[in-house]
Nanobody
Framework: QVQLVESGGGLVQAGGSLRLSCAAS????????MAWFRQAPGKEREFVAA????????YYVDSVKGRFTISRDNAKSTVYLQMNRVKPEDTAVYFC?????????????WGQGTQVTVSS
């Protein structure tokens, strides 16, 4: 049982930066791999980034590699997505997920999402 609440979304200018946070209520936060997904209007949800339970391993989809950084603070039961040099195509609802990562990330719990809008 884990509950996830995203925050930090909003309107940002192209080329700017934004940091998303996902706070977890569970007491076994470090046992979960965590990930960020996003969904733009009319498109299906897509994987963005994942991080292992200890924070020792990360993976990013090619479209955000070099611009976004996923991190976690297990003492605060929080995962972050630092978004730099954002582009209009980054506009989407961003969701955090808790799950397992054995080859590929498998989500088991979802947050409600936070809107990110990038203006040109």
């Amino acid at each position: 049982q884990v509950q996830l609440v995203e925050s930090g979304g909003g309107l940002v200018q192209a080329g700017g930066s934004l940091r998303l946070s996902c706070a977890a209520s569970g007491r076994t936060f470090s046992s979960y791999a965590m990930a960020w997904f996003r969904q733009a209007p009319g498109k299906e949800r897509e994987f963005v980034a994942a991080i292992s339970g200890s924070g020792g391993r990360t993976y990013y989809v090619d479209s955000v590699k070099g611009r976004f950084t996923i991190s976690r603070d297990n003492a605060k039961s929080t995962v972050y997505l630092q978004m730099n040099r954002v582009k209009p195509e980054d506009t989407a609802v961003y969701f955090c997920a808790a799950g397992t990562w054995v080859g590929t990330f498998k989500p088991n719990h979802w947050g409600q999402g936070t809107q990110v809008t990038v203006s040109s």
